[in-house]
């Protein structure tokens, strides 16, 4: 206290001590923030009270209120679920081939496909639905299994090659060259027509020969493709793997065999139907009916207008 003094530069008194000649200057803090500090106090105490604050072992304290962001999570998602749940079951008792017919439930029908697209298919076919390599461009009207909107939800139920699913889409392409099928200079052969079917390279009697024997079985004679083989479309120019001249010898030599996941075990029936619808509205989308099955003697002397979504060899 007797080392108190005022500091003459500032006018201020000093608290009465100093370190290596530096003196502390008593400037109390305004009273405004003082008390704005004990009304925060204050609000937290009642906050740990009124509301789950304190971490526990397995849980929080749970607060006076019983109210948690779980709990309000929980409360908008059945409200939700009571504001659609007319649509879903008008969607479930709709056959997907009559949604045509319903302009307002297609439309409800196509923006909760978009929904469900976003959370479970960007990953492989993107954002706009357009694919890359390996993974087919759902935007176009290149289809492998069929791209009406009932071949787009039995695809979706099924799945591509999905293990432990009989009913899943199954084809499979002999590895002409890694299983010694076909001698190097044949698969070279074979390359020159496949392109050749897009003006990509020059017919040779070879390689025509050499397609009709191993490849027109699944593909037809002229290379369009087969869809109760799965079999793409080599003739419109549209590739999977990629339209090169070795990329194309390598889907050949080595064959190709995409998977997709059959959504029924994930996904409910609505879902799928919603995914199927907004799938189909991307701007490739057949007629809503199926057509009916050919038969292998049909369908080989048929020219139907597009194979695989981006398809491949």
Request: net charge neutral; charged share 20%.
């Amino acid at each position: 206290m007797a080392n108190k003094r005022i500091d003459e530069a500032t006018g201020v008194e000093t608290v009465g001590h100093s370190w290596d000649g530096i003196e502390e200057l008593n400037n109390p803090l305004p009273r405004w923030w003082l008390w704005t500090l004990y009304a925060t106090i204050i609000f937290s105490i009642g906050y740990v009270i009124v509301y789950p604050a304190i971490p526990m072992v397995n849980k929080a304290t749970e607060g006076l209120w019983g109210w948690s962001s779980r709990g309000q999570l929980a409360k908008e998602m059945k409200a939700e679920e009571q504001r659609r749940a007319g649509t879903v079951a008008a969607l479930a008792a709709t056959p997907i081939e009559q949604l045509a017919s319903k302009p307002d439930l297609m439309r409800a029908a196509i923006d909760g496909g978009r929904a469900a697209f976003r959370v479970n298919c960007v990953q492989c076919h993107g954002s706009g639905a357009a694919g890359s390599t390996g993974y087919p461009n759902l935007r176009d009207d290149d289809w492998l299994w069929g791209g009406n909107i009932k071949e787009i939800e039995t695809t979706l139920i099924n799945g591509i090659r999905h293990p432990g699913n009989d009913a899943t889409r199954q084809s499979l392409m002999p590895s002409f060259g890694k299983d010694g099928i076909l001698p190097p200079a044949d698969l070279a052969a074979v390359t020159d027509h496949v392109l050749s079917l897009t003006g990509k390279s020059t017919a040779n009697a070879r390689g025509a020969q050499l397609f009709a024997d191993n490849c027109a079985t699944c593909h037809g004679p002229d290379g369009k493709g087969l869809r109760q083989f799965g079999a793409p479309n080599l003739a419109d120019a549209i590739w999977l793997y990629g339209g090169k001249r070795e990329q194309v010898e390598a889907s050949i030599y080595k064959a190709r065999a995409g998977v997709m996941p059959a959504w029924t075990k994930t996904l409910d029936p609505v879902t799928i139907k919603m995914l199927a619808a907004y799938v189909h509205s991307l701007g490739g989308g057949e007629d809503f009916v199926a057509a009916p099955a050919a038969t292998p003697a049909a369908a080989a002397a048929a020219t139907p207008a597009t194979g695989e979504a981006n398809a491949q060899p």
